[in-house]
Each structure stands twice: as structure tokens, then as C-alpha cells.
């Protein structure tokens, strides 16, 4: 089958955002900029058997791979707009196709974003989205604004996908909350755009909570007191760190795509309402300090961060 | 090495693009959109041993990778401004990644592009590039304009690339302005911005003259009469596709990005001028007419298109 009959059979449902001008099919796609926003941009690529098992289906990896896009945005305070897909398939499989569409299509109708573009070709199974956001001028949620004093916050609990896939290379029956973490994260798209002019840093937590909240502190020149015991858990996950003394999952676990934030004493009376407003749990776990270092208070087995190489 | 100091060593040269509000570094890259432009953008995956030979140097593969995300922008007659990059590696060699680096440095300069945001994962080597580029309002090439009477026309020559393969392939020492081609494609940027207003449609020449004019044709739902003895070659085509009777690497081969667009009667003396000015050769080679396939008029053993699957 020829890449454009490929394209138009899966990929090709209409957008009805008027800002789309022109959407897949020509060189490039056309969109237009309302007037006071400008762009937020970012590409995230997902490989079979470094970002998901192999076992996965072409749900779960349409899923997340859109969904770490849109937790880009999130971490940005932007509004997702627009996305172009890059598509590497070892061999056409309508079934796995048709699969794989449905799920992006879902998701992308859930976040109100349109896919305007591709690019197939055939390698080992490979997906590269690249994500274009709007964001209202200087509103954007950057790693570099934390200062000394302001609450470290995270959303909902930390650990769960990282500890699914320890269960999944344990041999263990996954637990169904967690796998869902770890197949299916939810973007904070909402709470990162409730917090534009309420945090003062903010990230996604894709590579575990150290290294994560390591770039904020680094960006910002700043350091960082956590209490280990203030990190929100399941229970699950309560159990394991109790149980194995084990803190890395939590630590350095990664993929949970929540968002990491810090947020001025001034303006934290107002986490409670866009906790309620966004139905996200928001925990405070620390406390940025001026030592350029991040200590961890009452966490044993550490373990290391994640390392792409 | 871990990802942001892979990042951080190799891709954050500074941006000299006052529109680039916050580059490379953080959850998604900050861009703003002058008024009077919308976007344009596209997406593009080369994979080692299928889009260039597994020989291929760092510094090749850079300025493929970019240059036919350029050669997108061109086609669509957009100012390219930015992109991000999706590299994935087999492992982490330094002076690979220093040649890389600088290649993709110095095509970005000459062509007046940022970089502002990446993302770097193992595995089998692939480079993907998202590019965005402005575009005056209602001034984009489309494929979809092409009108009955209109001229089409080329840009420089055509099959060099694709015969230049067909030496490696054929272990001749490859013709060196062939294989320049090849490896660096010119993107006709320039070309496609004075196309403006002035082309009726327009793509550019990734997959082969046939598949590619097709495009058009199917976009623009009109038919088209090309005369193979009017397709500009150089010498060393020319002797080819007479010796061995063959015009499968001219017609099917592909690899070229060269413009093929077509020109409104009334336009068409301005050609002239655009040819000089941007210092292109521009040729007509056939007239778009009312039946609704392509007709090669003067040419045997066409061969079969490029299929991407």
C-alpha cells in the first residue's frame, strides 16, 4: 500500500478547528494564530522496548504516545492545539492500524487537538509526535522561575507506572491502577493551564521525581528540601516502599507524567480551589531552599535516575 | 551520559530569531507569530539503510535530515523559522554526534532556522525533524490549484539522485555532482517564496516526478501530458536513459527535491525573472489538460513508483 493511501485511510478525520486552514495531505499543514498567543512546540518520540513493552497493544501505544505530548503542554501552562505524527511500522497491519487511529483519535477529540500532518515509513516500531500549543503572551509555565521559599508541589500520586513495570518484569500480576498509570497517563493539560500566574516553576514528571525536579532547581539556581514521607502514595505503593525499604520506584521511577511545581507563599491559598476545580489531589512535599543541592529527607534505597543513554 | 547533558553539549547553539521566546531546555520551546502570518508545518523520518546507505556519514545524514523539511517549507512557498529534532541513537559516539551536530548548525544558518527542542532516545538509528514555518495569509503553494491549460514545470534537473544510487547499488564509483545530490539536496526555498502568487501548485519532487506530479493531479482533480524528451537532465542522465533505454530513474526515482509546480498562462512570463533571480534553472515539461490520468509522451521502461510500504 502506498504511504498516501495509508494516510488517508487512517489518518485523515476531519478537524473542526477553524484555525486548521489546511490539514493533512499537502507538503506542509496551514494553521492560523489568533492574535496574543504564541507557540509552544515540543517532540517526543516512543520506541517498543524502551518506552513501552513489546507486548503492547496499538491502543495503549496511540495513547501515551500522544499523551506525553500533551503532558508537555501541560508542564507549559499551553493550550494543545495541533499535532503531526511519525509513524515507523516493521509491516502494515490494517488491524493494528485501525487500532492504533481509533485510540490517537480518541484522545486527540478528548483534548480538543487536531492531527494535521505525517510522515510513515517502515523500521522498527518507532512513534514521533510533535505537538504545537498556543499560550497567551508571558503566561507560560517555565523550570526557570522557583525562588527560595516556595512550596515543592506535585499532583495526584508518584510511583505507580514505574512500580507497575517493576510488577510486569517481577512476573507479578500488575496491579490495575497502576498499569493504567503506566499505559495510560493522564495529561494535566487543566491543572497546568489553572496554574499560569499561580506557579512559579512547573515540569512533567517523565524521567522520576529526582531528576525532574533536579531540572527546575537547576534552571532556577536553586536547591530543595523533600520529606520522602510527604510524597503522595497509593496504597500500593505505601506498601512496597514499606515493605521492600525501597524508595527508587517513587524516586526515580518516571513515567507518571504528573506535574511537579513550585508555588509562591502568596499564591498558595489558591491550590485548593484548582484542586477541586481540575479534580487533581495536589501534595506538598518540600520546600525549595537556597543550597544548590536536593535533599531528600527520610528516603532509604535511593536507587538512579533514568539515563536516555 | 544522561539525556540534558547530551542536549545541552551538542544542540543549544543560541538562536539569533527574536521570535524565539525560550529555545531548547525546557518541557516545550516558545515561539511568537508576527501578525499577518499563519504557520505552516510538517514532519520527516530518515532511517539508516532505508532513506540513506547505512555508510552514510554524520554530516550527510544532518543535512538530509533538514534539508528535506526544507524542501517541504519550499514546496508550500513558506519562510522556514524553526524545528525540533527527534534523534534516536544506537549509542552515544561523540565525534558522530560533534559531525551531526555542526552539519545541522550550518545548513540551520544558511537557511535561517532555529533549533528550539528535541528529544534523544536508543535504538535503531532514525532522525525525525518537525519544522514550522510562516506563511503570508492565503499565499501557501497548494497541490490543490492546478488549472487546465496551466504549464508544468521543474526546477533544475531531474533523476540525479536516483541514479546516483543506482551506482552504489551497482558498485560504480558514483558520478560526484549525482551523488551530491544525493546526499545534499539543495531545498528551494528561495524558489518557492517567488512562487508565490505566481504558481497555481506546487510540490516538491521527494518520491519521484511521476508519484509526486500525481499528487497534484489527484489534488487538483485535472489530468496532465508530459513530454519525457522536455525533462531536463544533465549529461550523465542523459547518456544513461539512452544507453539503457531505461527512464525509471528520471520518472520513479525520486530523492531530487526539486520544485515541480504548475503556472497559469497569464504568469508565465515571469519565470524568467525568478529563474535568474534565484539562480535555478526552471523548465517546462508538459501542460495539465482535462483527462484525468498522466501521460508520459517519449519514454520507455517508466518502472514503478517509490512505495513506502
Not at 263 to 289: A, W, Y
Amino acid at each position: 500500500m502506498q504511504e498516501f493511501d495509508l494516510i488517508r485511510e487512517y489518518f485523515t478525520w476531519s478537524s473542526d478547528q477553524s484555525s486548521v486552514v489546511l490539514g493533512v495531505g499537502d507538503d506542509g499543514a496551514i494553521c492560523s494564530v489568533e492574535p496574543g498567543y504564541g507557540l509552544v512546540t515540543s517532540i517526543d518520540t516512543l520506541i517498543a522496548g524502551v518506552h513501552f513493552p513489546e507486548s503492547t497493544g496499538a491502543t495503549d501505544i496511540a495513547y501515551k504516545a500522544l499523551a506525553v505530548n500533551l503532558s508537555d503542554m501541560a508542564a507549559m501552562g499551553a493550550l494543545p492545539k495541533y499535532f503531526t505524527l511519525a509513524l515507523t511500522l516493521p509491516e502494515m497491519d490494517p488491524s493494528w492500524l485501525q487500532n492504533f487511529s481509533q485510540s490517537l483519535k480518541q484522545l486527540s477529540e478528548q483534548f480538543g487537538v487536531s492531527l494535521i500532518g505525517g510522515d510513515t515509513t517502515r523500521g522498527s516500531l518507532s512513534i514521533t509526535i510533535s505537538i504545537i500549543g498556543w499560550i497567551e503572551h508571558s503566561e507560560a509555565l517555565r523550570r526557570s522561575g522557583a525562588k527560595i521559599g516556595d512550596g515543592i508541589y506535585v499532583s495526584n500520586t508518584i510511583g505507580d507506572a514505574a512500580f507497575s513495570l517493576w510488577q510486569l518484569q517481577n512476573n507479578d500480576i500488575p496491579d490495575s491502577d497502576c498499569f493504567a498509570k503506566l499505559n495510560r497517563p493522564m495529561p494535566q493539560v487543566e491543572l497546568g493551564r489553572s496554574l499560569r500566574g499561580v506557579a512559579s516553576a512547573c515540569i512533567d514528571i517523565s524521567d522520576g521525581l529526582v531528576q525532574d525536579l533536579s531540572h527546575i532547581l537547576k534552571a532556577s539556581q536553586v536547591g530543595a528540601r523533600v520529606e520522602a514521607e510527604q510524597i503522595p502514595l497509593t496504597k500500593v505503593l505505601t506498601d512496597h516502599v514499606t515493605k521492600q525499604s525501597d524508595w527508587s520506584l517513587v524516586l526515580n521511577g518516571g513515567d507518571d507524567y504528573e506535574l511537579c511545581f513550585t508555588v509562591p507563599e502568596k499564591n498558595q491559598e489558591m491550590l485548593g480551589d484548582i484542586s477541586k476545580r481540575c479534580d487533581v489531589k495536589i501534595t506538598q512535599i518540600g520546600v525549595i531552599c537556597e543550597s544548590g543541592v536536593l535533599e531528600i529527607v527520610g528516603a532509604k534505597n535511593i536507587g538512579k535516575s533514568y539515563q536516555h543513554f
